[in-house]
């Protein structure tokens, strides 16, 4: 593990590999570990490049609300100590809703997307008002309450019955996310800018992957992005809940790797 000092904050996170780069975002409230299986079958054709967003895993919490753009900022903070000009950049869930905004405000830098169990949408009303219950919830209770609540609709049915070390897994991840920065990223989440017009105007190679059983991003969210992102290509992983590149990392990884492989050719 490595650190950056950047915008005032510590913000941890590994590389792997030395070829050409990818920055992989993960989810909330998850940490650089969500992407330990893409890591591995990357790391010999790409140096991949897994950063801890801001209050989660080993990277500084703050008090203020946690925006996609200073998320997106930290990333971009963080390209610059390596020395990096342009990366294919994926994000899953809110991640992706960072790496979008990342695109938005430094298109120059990114050379493809990977846009993973995710969605345009800015929150309701209703949905505002519930990540600032959760938030109050997760400073005042703790986060087992949130590992809790969040468990049953992150992963497939299946996967919650018969495999457990995966369930373990997700749920020691949020167990570890500081407290502030969880309701520090669901106050930023919660003020996000509703990217759907902005679809349009993305012109990268683009992957769009869904589980099938995404409760959370349904598939017709990943439909709409692959309806408005011109040439974009959709992949559907059969059998996987919202976290569907631990759930099915085989069927993902093959669909990343295909992707990354054409880009190349």
């Not at 998320?71 to 930290?74: H, L, S």
């Given at each position: 593990m490595s650190v950056a000092r950047v915008h005032g904050i510590k913000l941890a996170y590994e590389v792997s590999g030395a070829r050409s780069p990818i920055v992989?975002?993960?989810?909330?409230?998850?940490?650089?570990?969500?992407?330990?299986?893409?890591?591995?079958?990357?790391?010999e054709r790409y140096r991949v490049i897994t950063p801890d967003l801001r209050g989660h895993g080993e990277t500084t919490a703050t008090h203020e609300p946690a925006t996609m753009e200073a998320?997106?900022?930290?990333v971009a903070a963080l390209l610059d100590e390596l020395h990096i000009t342009r990366v294919v950049l994926g994000g899953l869930s809110m991640g992706g809703y960072v790496?979008?905004?990342?695109?938005?405000l430094f298109p120059e830098r990114v050379s493809a997307l990977l846009l993973a169990d995710t969605r345009p949408q800015a929150d309701t009303g209703d949905?505002?008002?519930?990540?600032?219950?959760?938030?109050?919830?997760?400073?005042?209770e703790g986060m087992h309450t949130i590992a809790d609540a969040m468990l049953p609709k992150l992963l497939a049915p299946s996967t919650q019955a018969e495999r457990p070390k995966i369930v373990a897994r997700?749920?020691?991840?949020?167990?570890?996310?500081?407290?502030?920065?969880a309701a520090s990223a669901l106050r930023g989440m919660a003020v996000r800018r509703d990217q759907t017009e902005f679809l349009r105007e993305i012109n990268c190679p683009t992957l769009i992957v869904v589980g099938s059983l995404d409760q959370i991003t349904p598939p017709a969210d990943a439909e709409r992005m692959n309806r408005e992102i011109r040439g974009s290509r959709l992949e559907v992983i059969a059998g996987a809940g919202h976290v569907s590149n631990v759930e099915r990392p085989a069927e993902f990884n093959r669909?990343?790797?295909?992707?990354?492989?054409?880009?190349?050719?």
């Open positions: 992989l975002l993960h989810g909330f409230p998850f940490n650089r570990t969500l992407w330990r299986e893409q890591v591995e079958a990357l790391r998320m997106a900022g930290d790496a979008l905004a990342f695109y938005r949905a505002r008002l519930a990540r600032e219950e959760t938030a109050a919830r997760a400073l005042g997700i749920r020691e991840m949020i167990l570890n996310t500081d407290a502030q920065g669909a990343l790797e295909n992707f990354l492989r054409e880009l190349e050719a």
